[in-house]
């Protein structure tokens, strides 16, 4: 299995450019999110998803949107790219939660953007 | 979810116990802890989790206090692959996102 890969690994864009980053994962696993990660900080969500056609806002929502149109791909969209959208971002997925409380995300190796 | 609070950076020599602190003074009765790590340039990883016991797996031990109100992650022979931010995350299970901290910084020395 690959787990969870993330297309491109690293991008650049001008202000005002748009772009998509895929996440693909191919565990079967329900849920999927994104996180933006910044210099110094911790993980921040963006978008999630509990299943195949459904998302959910996270943290910090502005200015992406997401699909998830296919159980095992989930997609980062920005429409207008910003400066401060220059981050590092992350894909994980996860199994429905389980007894015994086993929650645990599994993670793709991230994709560089910068926005000029 | 309960708020944590550790360290911001902590030093371990090669071979030795490395024990990350965590406090959750505010958890409640249904809430785990999970431990997670980060790789520089990588994407987080779980190490472990518990509600109530303490709690070993082939990566490390989970010790939580009578109280539950704190933990500790203990790393029993840190080698210079284990120098990560560690992430010390209390949510209800089930619930569907995580909410990471800054860490604590690991650095293990030779």
């Known amino acids: 299995n690959a787990g969870v890969t993330q297309t491109p690994k690293f991008r650049v864009l001008k202000t005002g450019q748009s772009m998509t980053l895929l996440c693909a994962q191919d565990?079967?696993?329900?849920?999927m999110y994104w996180y933006r990660q910044d210099p110094g900080m911790g993980l921040r969500l963006i978008h999630y998803?509990?299943?195949?056609?459904?998302?959910a806002k996270g943290e910090v929502p502005d200015g992406y949107n997401v699909s998830r149109l296919k159980k095992q791909n989930f997609l980062l969209g920005l429409e207008s790219a910003a400066p401060s959208q220059t981050s590092v971002y992350f894909c994980?997925?996860?199994?429905?939660?389980?007894?015994?409380?086993?929650?645990?995300?599994?993670f793709g190796p991230g994709t560089r953007l910068t926005v000029l | 979810d309960a708020k944590t609070t550790q360290p911001p950076s902590m030093d371990c020599a090669e071979g030795r116990a490395a024990n990350l602190p965590c406090n959750h003074s505010?958890?409640?009765?249904?809430?785990?802890v999970y431990w997670y790590r980060q790789i520089h340039s990588q994407g987080p990883q779980y190490i472990i989790h518990?509600?109530?016991n303490n709690e070993t797996n082939e990566m490390a031990s989970l010790i939580i206090t009578e109280d539950r109100k704190s933990s500790t992650l203990i790393l029993p022979h840190a080698t210079l692959r284990d120098t990560a931010v560690y992430y010390c995350?209390?949510?209800?299970?089930?619930?569907?996102?995580?909410?990471f901290g800054k860490g604590t910084m690991l650095l293990v020395s030779p």
């Open positions: 994980a997925s996860r199994p429905l939660g389980l007894a015994g409380g086993i929650d645990t995300q599994y």
């Open positions: 565990m079967n696993h329900e849920y």
């Open positions: 998803s509990v299943g195949e056609g459904t998302t």
């Open positions: 505010t958890i409640s009765g249904n809430e785990y």
């Open positions: 518990g509600l109530k």
């Open positions: 995350i209390v949510l209800n299970s089930g619930y569907s996102t995580l909410t």
